[in-house]
């Protein structure tokens, strides 16, 4: 199956007994046993749900691996799976990551010793010295947010089969349409589905696929452990997102790469990040790795009152935190998505109070570019 079947073909996406084409919403959280201990694959909604389930079904294929998992958020399923390590083990992790997964590691789970060390993993020559004998996984982000760094993913396997490592891919920039990181040798990947697999900012959610039964049989203990599972509208919902995840992420791209052209040739911007554009560090990489570069794209306006009028001025790009909708977003990561990480840091990762970040939506490309272009001058 083509990438773009698969989006609306892949997994379970109808309902065998009465032969509705969209999966029902089993609003159930518990289901009749035959004899006590007897049922019929489902017992409680937390331990699983047919909704739920035809999601993960969906979603394990679309990642190419042999199973899924859905939560309720994304922090949920990156929590889900950190809790496959144990105390005093030591995680290597892409240093300009997520802010809540930075906030995550960094307050939550140092307080249980879960150790870890960040790293320019665009480098992979850091990811090797940073490795201790205490490591047991790789956490990469590729592309970063919101920098749009790229990490090779090929290198990344090497590095973790050689030193026995798990490794683990947040995958939510580059969507299953463009990147498929288990085939690139990843042990486990996760997304926000808030993002572009749900699409329409209408839903919180979190998903995770891994690559053998023995990960499966590990990540459903803990995640029915825990509990953080999503319930079963918010798995339709993204049931539905899903089978226009190819459509949505080609309209993005094409006007991602207009903006883009439209930014190179303004004066006032002095960098641009989009792993599309052939100058751009990681283009090579990222044509390797992924079938498409995503609707990601940050630039610098120089100074916090030329950003202040931009976001003032604009129309068409709602101010808003996260990303990956039909609906163009913008934001200011400095002062949104990563005001949890220290000034000092931030800084130093170049996230400055300049920079202004994109997430294209699905409008018409000239309405975008206009927008911009007035509210720049
Ligand atoms: C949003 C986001 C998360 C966290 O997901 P939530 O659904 O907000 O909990 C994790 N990783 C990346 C790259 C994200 O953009």
New binding site residues.
Partial sequence: MRNRTKMVHGGITSDEQTGAVSVPIYQVSTYKQDAAGKHRGYEYSRTGNPTRYALEETIANLENGVAGFAF???????TTVMMLLDAEDHVVMTDD??G??YRLMTKVFNRFKLDHTYVDTSVPEKVEAAITPKTRALYI?TP??PLLKITDLQKMSEIAKKHDLLLIV?N??ATPYWQQPIDLGANIV??????YIGGHSDV???LVVVDSIELAEKMHFIQNSVGAVLGPHDSWLLMRGIKTLGLRMEAIEENTRSIAAFLQSHHKVSSIHYPGLTDHRGHDIAKQQSSGFGGMISFDVGSGELTDQVLQKVKYFTLA????AVESLISVPAKM?HASIPKERREELGITDGLIRLSVGIEDSEDLIEDLEQALE
């Avoid at 309720?72 to 990156?78: L, R, T, V």
């Fill in positions: 309720g958020s994304g922090m949920a399923a990156i990551i997520y809540g997964t982000e970063t947010n947040d939510t920039f996760l997304h926000s589905a808030t993002k919180v959610a979190g935190e996260s990303l990956g998505t």
